[in-house]
């Protein structure tokens, strides 16, 4: 399993970010795609994730503010984020996993290479 975020940068308080995730030789007992963010000095914690059926779920901070798509002709998983707050500036990781029958997702061990968001106050 090959996963690759993509779509960081610098935007200030208030606008919008969208991170793109290109996934390769995900299994069939994979069926989604999480997203994670981890701040400096912070702890890795879970943004939300998408299923292949593109079923999604989110963290309580995420809701409302941030949005997952995804295209699977290409096999790429989308979180646009708006509203977008210093509070968010973190690297953002992409992660395989699978989405449980209540819409719990486990994770796997199987991440991207992170990409930086930095907002600006």
């Known amino acids: 399993v090959q996963l690759q975020a993509s779509g960081g940068g610098l935007v200030q308080a208030g606008g919008s970010l969208r991170l793109s995730c290109a996934a390769s030789?995900?299994?069939?007992?994979?069926?989604?795609i999480g997203w994670y963010r981890q701040a400096p000095e912070k702890k890795r914690e879970w943004v939300g994730a998408?299923?292949?059926?593109?079923?999604?779920t989110y963290a309580d901070f995420a809701k409302g503010r941030f949005s997952m798509s995804r295209d699977n002709t290409n096999n790429t998983v989308y979180l646009r984020m708006d509203s977008l707050e210093p509070e968010d500036t973190a690297v953002y990781y992409c992660?395989?996993?699978?989405?449980?029958?209540?819409?719990?997702?486990?994770?796997?061990?199987?991440w991207g290479q992170g990409t930086l968001v930095t907002v600006s106050s």
């Open positions: 030789g995900v299994t069939s007992g994979l069926n989604a």
């Open positions: 992660n395989a996993g699978s989405m449980l029958g209540n819409m719990n997702y486990l994770s796997y061990n199987y």
């Open positions: 998408i299923t292949t059926g593109g079923d999604t």
